[in-house]
Antibody, heavy 117, light 109 residues
Framework: QVHLVQSGAEEKEPGASVKVSCKTSGYTFSLYGIHWVRQAPGQRLEWMGWLNAGNDYTDYSQKFQGRLTFTRDTPASTAYMELTGLRSEDTAVYYC??????????WGQGTLVTVSS | QSALTQPASVSGSLGQSITISCTGTSSDVGSGHLVSWYEQRPGAAPKLIIYEASKRPSGISNRFSASKSGNTASLTISGLQAEDETDYFCCSYAGRGTYVFGTGTKVTV
């Protein structure tokens, strides 16, 4: 059974950075892409970008260019998302999700990142 | 990249059918890219209910169906049940490795 388990909630001050982990199990990590999606309180889902877990290729939404970095630890079947220069508008639940075909078929439980002074 | 447009809310009675629209552009929904649909309950992660425009993952009720015409995709829930009351989002591949989600629709039964 496929599982994606994310790290716990974070509280950060404006200007700080946050790194969220997404530990996967139940499938071969390198065969699927990991996408990151965020959702501000009461708002829509927002696609942030993705990591090809097989070859380390990354692609980021233009909105986050320069502030966002995806990495992986293949032996640990874990993906990471780091967002720098945090501002209040970055307060959101961040999800990792696996893409299979044209759909995101498995999701992490979400990580709440709160940015406040 | 602009979000796909969904109605903020749709309501229906038990046993009825409702349809949620998802309007994009010729660069995403209308370009032949595949649309997926998700339900999201309060405090929970989204759950895939439709992929490749009209296919259902294992375990998803056949009361959920989907279609597409031009720049608009649609999700139909037939035989509406109380448990269908939640939020629904559409999503389309938008080319160059990017995806775009819809604005979300709250279904009230």
């Amino acid at each position: 059974q496929v599982h994606l388990v994310q790290s716990g909630a974070e509280e950060k001050e404006p200007g700080a950075s946050v790194k969220v982990s997404c530990k996967t199990s139940g499938y071969t990590f390198s065969l699927y892409g990991i996408h990151w999606v965020r959702q501000a309180p009461g708002q829509r889902l927002e696609w942030m970008g993705w990591l090809n877990a097989g070859n380390d290729y990354t692609d980021y939404s233009q909105k986050f260019q320069g502030r966002l970095t995806f990495t992986r630890d293949t032996p640990a079947s874990t993906a990471y998302m780091e967002l720098t220069g945090l501002r209040s508008e970055d307060t959101a639940v961040y999800y990792c999700t696996r893409v299979a075909g044209s759909g995101f078929d498995n999701w992490g439980q979400g990580t709440l990142v709160t940015v406040s002074s | 990249q602009s979000a796909l447009t969904q109605p903020a809310s749709v309501s229906g009675s038990l046993g009825q059918s409702i349809t949620i629209s998802c309007t994009g552009t010729s660069s995403d929904v209308g370009s032949g890219h595949l649309v997926s649909w998700y339900e999201q309950r309060p405090g929970a992660a989204p759950k895939l209910i439709i992929y490749e425009a009209s296919k259902r993952p294992s375990g998803i009720s056949n009361r959920f169906s989907a279609s597409k015409s031009g720049n608009t995709a649609s999700l139909t829930i037939s035989g509406l049940q109380a448990e269908d009351e939640t939020d629904y989002f559409c999503c389309s591949y938008a080319g160059r490795g990017t995806y775009v989600f819809g604005t979300g629709t709250k279904v009230t039964v």
